[in-house]
C-alpha cells in the first residue's frame, strides 16, 4: 500500500487510481477481509437460527418487544442519514476542501444504510412476510396501514437506499471512466467501461453530471433530516411515556449525525494510514471534522438536559420514567451514553488531541459507541417505567442478538474493505479541480496544513 | 368388562406381560414414546415437546377398547341433548370433580366426545355456576402424558393382575380380611363409603383409613371438643356483617371458595349493608388480601387471639396472657351478635376450633352465619393420628396387605412417619393411581386409576348435596375407579355405573327412580340431599382447653397448601404450574415466604438460596420476600418437590420432608441460614407497588355515601380523587383526531368490579382453556414471555410489613381509541363493527408495535411456536379459536368465538342478541360476579347499567385510549383515624 503512493507521488491520480488499479492485496487488507466476511458468515449464521427458530432466540419479551434488532436499525440507519447529510451538504455549499472526505462520507451513507435496512426484516416474527408493507394489489387484498411509522420507515429505508446509491454512483462516474482510461487488463477496462457509461468528459457531460450531482445533494440534505425524523417518530408516536416526546426528530437527527461524523472520520483516518492519503487528507480536514463534533456534542447535552427538564415539567409518569433510565438498573446506559457521546468529543477542543490520530480514532470510536448506548437506552429504556407498574419487566440480550450486532459491522467492514479496493476512495476529479481551485485559496486557509502533499 | 375380562384375560391385561415393574414400565414408555422418555430429563423445551406427547396418547384414547374388549355399556349422556344433537355442537354434561373428597359440580363442553371446557354447573351448591382455577384445568390431566395406563408390578413378576384381583378377593374372604388396612383419600362418596362398609362387613378383620395432607379435621375435633360430636361447619358469609377470621382463608382455595366468595361478595355489595372482615394470620391470604382490618401475627399467638375473643364476649373466663385485642374488634362482634361470624383454619388446633365454634354460638350466629350438619366425609378416621397408627402397625407387624386409593402417602405423610420406606415393607401392597407417583413405586402392584372425567360416581357439597360424577369420555382400557376397585375386592364384579347405580336404585322410592336418575344425569345432583343444620349446645363436659404451648424457640414455620397445586396433587397440570400464584406471582415453583424485615434481617433476598433446619431434618430452598408476611415466622408452602412425574418431578422443594406428625401444621425452633446459592424463580410481576399511581381505585365505604349524595357524575370525580392525588380529565372529555365510529348494532364493553375481585385465578385459567392459549414453561416465563390474555395484577399498598393488597383483572381494553391500530403497518389489528379491537393473526407480521404501544401491556407475542410445540395437546383446544402460529401477536378478543355463537342462535331466531346471552369465559368461571359483559349502546344492559355507577373509572384514561373495558373502585371499609390510633 505504500508503495501506492510512492510509485506515483505526482499527480494525485495516480496515487488515488492506482490503489484500484494495481490489485496488490496486502497482508493486513486481506487478514481485514477474512475477518470482516469471518463475521459476515457469524451475521447469516444467527439469521439461519433466527430464521427457524424463531425471534424467542433473543431476549426480547412483553413489554420489551423490541431489542438489538431496533437498537442496531437505529443507530445504523443515524450513522447512514448522517453521512449522507454530510456529503450533501458539502457538496451543495461548495466547500473547497469537501473532496476529501466526499466520498468516504458517502460510502459511509450507502454501507450503512444497507445494514441498517436488514434489521426491520430480520426482526418480524415472520420476515418472509415482510413485502406486506409494500402497498402491492395483492390478489388477498393486504393493504399497508399508512398510519403507521413502520410504514413510513419502510419507505424512508427505501428511498434513502435508492437516493444514497445514486448520489454516490453519479459521484463516481467520472472517476470510473478515469479508471476505464488507466486501466491495463481487458476485463477491467469492460466493467469500467460499462460502469462509466460512456463518459468521455465532454464540457457537457460535465454541466449534466455537476447538475445531477447537486440536484441529489440538495434533495439528500433536505431527505437525510426527514428520514432521521422519520425514524424517531417509530418512538414519537406511541403512548410510551419517555418516547412521546417532541424533541424526538431533532434529537434523532443530532445524535446521529455526530455518530454518521465520527465514523467518517474513522474510516477516512484508516484509510488515510494504510494508503499514505496524507496528501488529500489535511489536518484542515480533521480540524472541520472535530469542530462538527464538538458542535454536535454540545447540541446533544443540551438534548439530554432538555429530556430532563421537560420529564420533571411534563408529568409524574415521565418523571418517573426518566429517573429509571438515569438511575435504576440501566444507569449505566445512559451515564455511558452521556459520557461517550457528549463528554468524549470536548476533548477536540486541544488542538493537540486533534493532531493525534489515535485520539481521534478513539473519539469517533466512542461517540459511535455512545450512540448505541444511546440507542439501547432508547429502545429498552423507555419502557423502564411504563404506566403499569406491574408489566415492568427486565431485558437482558441473549447469545443470538450479540452475532447480528458484531456481524451488522462485520458486514460494513467487508463492504467498507472492498470499497478501499476497488472504487477511487477520493474522487480524482474533484480533487483534481479543488487543486486547481484551492491554489489561489492558499493565502486564507489559516491551519493549512499541506506540509504532507508538499514533502512529496 | 369385567365379565369379559374373566373371558379373556390375556386381551384384558396383555401389555402386563411386557410390565416387570417400575423399569419394565420405563421401558414400554420408551419403546411406546420414545422422544417422551427422552425429554423427561430436560428443560423447558423438552417440556413443551412433552405436553405435546400428550396428543399422541388423546388420539389413542377413542380407540382405546379394541371391538373384542368394548364395553356393552353406552356412555349415558346428558338426557335429552342427544337427540337434537348436531355434528359439531358441543354437548355439556354435568359432573362432580373432588377436592379434598368434597364435590364441586360442574358442567362439561365435549365437542365430538373430547371435553374442551369446564363450567360450574349452577345447580350445584358449591359451584353456583361458577369454578375455581383448580376446576378449570381438570381437562390438561387427563390428557396428562405420564398417565398410568396399565397395571405395574414392582421389581417384575409375571402374575396377571386379573387373577390376581379375583384372588386376593377370596384370599381376603378367606381370612376376614386379617391384616388389611385400606388407605383413601377423604371420602364423600355414598355409593364409595356404602362400598367400603361392605367391604368391610365382609373382612371384618380389614381396618379403612382417609388421609389428606391439608384435611381439615381440626375443625370437626374442635366441633367434638365444643358440642360433643364431630360437626361439619359451613360458612354463610352473605349473611355476615361482620367476620373474623383467625388464621383462616375462607376465599382461599379450597372446596368452599367458590361458595364463601360468593356469599362474601353477596353481603359487600350494597353499601347499606356492607360485612366487615377482620383477619388475623400470618402470611398473606385471599381472605387477608380482602380484609379491612388485617393484622400479621405469628401462628404462635393464634391460640391467644381466639381466647382473648372467648374470653371478651364472656364465653371463657379471661387469661391472663397479656394479649391485647385491636379496639373494635369485640364491639363490632356484640353490635352484629347473630350476624357476626368468628372462623379459625385448618392450622388451627382442636382447642382453637373449640373456642370459636362456642364464640359463635354465644353470639347467636349458629343458624345464621354459620350451619352446623353432620360431617359430608366418611368417618373412619382421619388425620395424622390415623396415619401414625397405621406406621405404628407396619412396624409392629400388623400390616400384611395394604391399599392404598387414590392418595399419595409415601409423598405427603409428615417426614417422621417414613412411609415411603415402610410401605414398601409391607408384604402385599396395591395401589389405584393416575401416575406413578411417589406412592405407586413403593407398592408392589399400581393399577390405573380413571380420571375423574372419565368415572362415575357420587359426591357430596360442603352441606351435604350430593352430585352425580359421569364420565364425559370412556376411560381408557384397564383404568378403574375407586368404587369399581373395592367392589373387586369385595368379590363383585360390577362396572362402576352399575355400582352407582345400584346404589342409587335403593336411594329413590320404587317405580320413580327411572325417571329421577335421568333428571339427576340432567342436571347433575341429586335434589333433596342436602344434609339437616344439627341445633348444638356446648357438651355437658364443656372445659375450656388448655391453652396449646408454643413449640420450641426460633424461628416457627407454617405450612399450607400451594394455590397452584394444591397439595401436591395438581403438580403434574402445567397450566396450574404456570398459573401465577395469586400474592407471590411465581409460577413453576415454590418458595420460603418470609417477611420483607425478617429476610433483611437474615441478610436474604428474593430468590436467594437459605437452608432451614427444623428439628434435625432440613432443605434448602429460595426465598421469597412477602409483604405482609408476620415476621419471625416463615411459610413453607406444600405440593412441590417432587420425586416422580414427567411434569412435576424436579420443581420447587418438598416442604414435606421437614414437616413433624407432632406439629403437622405449625412448628418451632426453626433456623434459616443463607446457602449461598441464587435460585431462578420466575414471576408473572416484577414489580408489586402502584409508584403513587392512580391504577386500582378504591373508595372508603364512609365516603360512600357523600358520594351518592352528590350523584353520579360528581361521585365519579370523588371516587376518582380518592383514590389518586392528581386524577386527569376523563377520557370522553378530551378530543381525538380521529374520527369517531358508528355503531348500527351492539357495541361490546365491559365492567370489572374490583370490589368483588377476589384474586381466586379462575378467570385467568378459564380464558386460558377456552382461548387455547400454550402454557411455556418456567424459563419462558423469567423471561417475560407468559401468554396468559388475562392477568391479575396485584399491588401492595403502604407498609411493607402490613400492606394494603389489591387486586386488579387486567385484559384487553378494546379501547375506542386504540392505540396497537394505528401503529401496525399491515392492518392486521383493527377495529370492528361492534367495537372489538380485533385480532388478524394471519395478516400479522410480528412487528410487535402493537405491543409497544398499547400502555395496558395486555398483548402476547409467539416467540417461539408454542401452540404446536404443546403447552397444550390439540385434542384439548377449543375448536371454536384458532391456534396461532410462530410470530404473531394475540391478546383478548372478548371471547368473540362467543359473541359469534350468540350471533348465529339470534339471527336464527330473527331477533336481537339478548343482555346476557354473550357471557365471556372469564365472566362465566367467576365465583363472585366481577365481570359484566354486554352491550353498551343499550343503556338498559347490565354492563350499561354497571358503567353508570360513580365507582365506574376506565384505567389510564387520561390517555385518551376510551377504553370499553372499565373498572368499578373497590369499597373498603378502613379504620376511622382515631381508632387507628
Partial sequence: MAD?????????????????????????????????????????????????????????????????????????????????????????????????????????????????????????????????????????????????????????????????????????????????????????????????????????????????????????????????????????????????????????????????????????????????????????????????????????????????????????????????????????????????????????????????????????LLVAVGIWLDRFMIVVGGLLGDYLPSAWEGYSPSVWEWPLLVGSIAVYGTLILLFLRFVPVIPVFEVHAGRRDEDGDEARDEDGDRSGEDDR | MTERDEDRPEATWRSLEALDGDAGALRWRDGEFPDLARATATGRRSLLKLMGASVALAGTAGCERLPAEAPADPIVSRAGATPGHVPGEPLFFATSLPLEGYGRGVLVESHEGRPTKIEGNPLHPASLGATDAFAQAAILSLYAPDRLRAALRRGGGRRRLDGTLAQLAAEFAADGGAGLRLLTGPVSSPSLTAGIASLLDRLPEARWLQWSPVGDGNRLDGAALAFGERLETRLDLARASVIVAIDDDPLGPGPNQVANGAGFIAGRRDPARFSRLWVFEACPSLTGARADRRFPVSPRAVPAIARAVAAALGVVPPADDGVELPPGLVEDLRRAGPAAVVTAGRRAPPEVHALVHAVNLALGAVGTTVHHTRPVLAGAPSGVAALAALAAEIDAGAVSRLVVIDANPAYDAPADLDLARRIRRVPFSLCLASRLDETAAECLWTL????????????????????????????????????????????????????????????????????????????????????????????????????????????????????????????????????????????????????????????????????????????????????????????????????????????????????????????????????????????????????????????????????AALGGEAGGEAAGEEAGEETEVAGEDLPSIYPEYDYSGPAWGMAVDLNACIGCNACVIACQVENNVPAVGKEEVARGREMHWLRIDRYWEGDPADPRIHFQPVLCMHCEKAPCEVVCPVNATVHDSEGLNVMVYNRCIGTRYCSNNCPYKVRRFNWFDYADEGGRPEVTANPDVTLRERGVMEKCTYCVQRIQKARIQAKLEDRPIADGEVVTACQQACPTRAFTFGDITDPASAVSRAKASPLNYGLLEELNTRPRTTYLARIDDPPAPEEAS
Fill in chain 1, 4 to 364: 501506492a503512493g510512492a510509485e506515483a507521488p505526482h499527480p494525485p491520480h495516480g496515487a488515488i487510481g492506482g490503489v484500484v488499479l494495481r490489485q496488490r492485496f496486502g497482508w493486513r487488507w486481506l487478514a481485514a477481509f477474512a475477518a470482516a466476511v469471518a463475521g459476515s458468515l457469524l451475521f447469516v449464521y444467527a439469521t439461519v437460527v433466527l430464521v427457524v427458530r424463531g425471534v424467542g432466540v433473543w431476549g426480547t419479551n412483553i413489554p420489551h418487544v423490541w431489542g438489538f434488532d431496533i437498537i442496531n436499525y437505529a443507530w445504523w440507519i443515524g450513522i447512514a442519514n448522517a453521512a449522507s447529510l454530510m456529503a450533501a451538504a458539502f457538496t451543495v455549499r461548495r466547500a473547497p476542501w469537501r473532496s476529501a472526505l466526499n466520498r468516504f462520507a458517502e460510502s459511509v451513507a450507502l454501507f450503512s444504510v444497507i445494514c441498517a435496512g436488514l434489521f426491520p426484516i430480520l426482526h418480524l416474527g415472520r420476515p418472509w412476510l415482510f413485502h406486506w408493507v409494500f402497498p402491492y394489489p395483492a390478489t388477498f387484498g393486504v393493504w399497508p396501514q399508512f398510519r403507521s411509522p413502520l410504514v413510513w420507515d419502510f419507505f424512508t429505508i427505501l428511498t434513502h437506499l435508492v437516493v444514497t446509491a445514486s448520489f454516490w454512483y453519479v459521484g463516481l462516474i467520472p472517476d470510473l471512466a478515469h479508471l476505464r482510461d488507466r486501466a491495463r487488463g481487458a476485463l477491467a477496462r469492460k466493467v469500467f467501461g460499462v460502469l462509466a457509461l460512456g463518459w468521455r468528459g465532454s464540457a457537457r457531460h460535465w454541466r449534466n453530471h455537476q447538475r445531477a450531482y447537486h440536484t441529489l445533494a440538495g434533495l439528500l440534505v433536505a431527505m437525510a433530516v426527514f428520514m432521521q425524523s422519520t425514524v424517531s417518530t417509530e418512538f414519537a408516536v406511541t403512548l410510551v411515556p419517555e418516547w412521546h416526546q417532541p424533541r424526538y426528530p431533532l434529537y434523532f437527527v443530532v445524535s446521529g449525525l455526530i455518530s454518521g461524523i465520527g465514523m467518517v472520520l474513522v474510516v477516512a483516518l484508516l484509510a488515510r494510514h494504510f494508503f499514505e492519503l496524507h496528501g488529500f487528507i489535511t489536518q484542515r480536514h480533521l480540524d472541520v471534522v472535530s469542530s462538527l463534533l464538538i458542535a454536535n456534542a454540545i447540541v446533544i447535552a443540551w438534548s439530554y438536559a432538555f429530556e430532563a427538564f421537560s420529564s420533571w415539567y411534563a408529568s409524574k409518569v415521565e418523571l418517573q420514567s426518566w429517573l429509571l433510565r438515569a438511575t435504576g438498573e440501566f444507569a449505566w446506559l445512559y451515564w455511558g451514553a452521556v459520557a461517550c457521546a457528549v463528554l468524549a468529543p470536548q476533548v477536540l477542543w486541544w488542538r493537540r488531541m486533534r493532531r493525534n490520530v489515535a485520539a481521534l480514532i478513539l473519539v469517533g
Fill in chain 2, 448 to 707: 390405573p386409576l380413571a380420571h375423574p372425567l372419565e368415572s362415575w360416581g357420587d359426591l357430596r357439597a360442603p352441606n351435604g348435596t350430593v352430585g352425580l360424577m359421569q364420565p364425559a369420555l370412556a376411560p381408557p382400557a384397564g383404568t378403574m375407579t375407586a368404587l369399581e376397585l373395592v367392589a373387586r375386592l369385595a368379590g363383585s364384579e360390577a362396572p362402576a355405573r352399575e355400582l352407582v347405580r345400584g346404589y342409587w336404585e335403593q336411594a329413590f322410592p320404587p317405580g320413580e327412580f327411572e325417571a329421577a336418575w335421568l333428571r339427576t344425569l340432567h342436571d347433575g345432583v341429586v335434589e333433596g340431599t342436602a344434609f339437616e343444620e344439627i341445633p348444638v349446645r356446648l357438651a355437658p363436659g364443656w372445659e375450656v382447653p388448655p391453652p396449646v404451648p408454643a413449640q420450641g424457640e426460633g424461628l416457627t414455620v407454617l405450612f399450607a397448601p400451594d394455590p397452584s397445586v394444591w397439595d401436591g396433587q395438581f403438580a403434574d397440570n402445567a397450566w396450574l404450574q404456570e398459573l401465577p400464584k395469586p400474592l407471590t406471582k411465581l409460577v413453576w415453583d415454590n418458595a420460603i415466604l418470609i417477611a420483607p424485615a425478617t429476610a433483611a434481617r437474615l441478610g436474604l433476598a428474593n430468590g436467594d438460596g437459605a437452608v432451614l433446619e427444623l428439628h434435625g431434618r432440613a432443605l434448602e430452598a429460595p426465598v421469597w420476600l412477602l409483604p405482609g408476611h408476620a415476621p419471625d415466622c416463615v411459610t413453607l408452602p406444600l405440593g412441590y418437590g417432587h420425586r416422580r412425574g414427567d411434569v412435576a418431578r424436579g420443581l420447587g422443594f418438598d416442604a414435606y420432608s421437614v414437616r413433624r406428625s407432632e406439629a403437622p401444621w405449625v412448628d418451632g425452633g426453626a433456623v434459616l441460614q443463607p446457602s449461598g446459592r441464587r435460585h431462578l424463580l420466575a414471576t408473572t410481576q416484577d414489580h408489586g407497588t402502584m409508584v403513587g399511581r392512580d391504577l386500582v381505585r378504591s373508595v372508603p365505604l364512609a365516603r360512600l355515601a357523600a358520594m
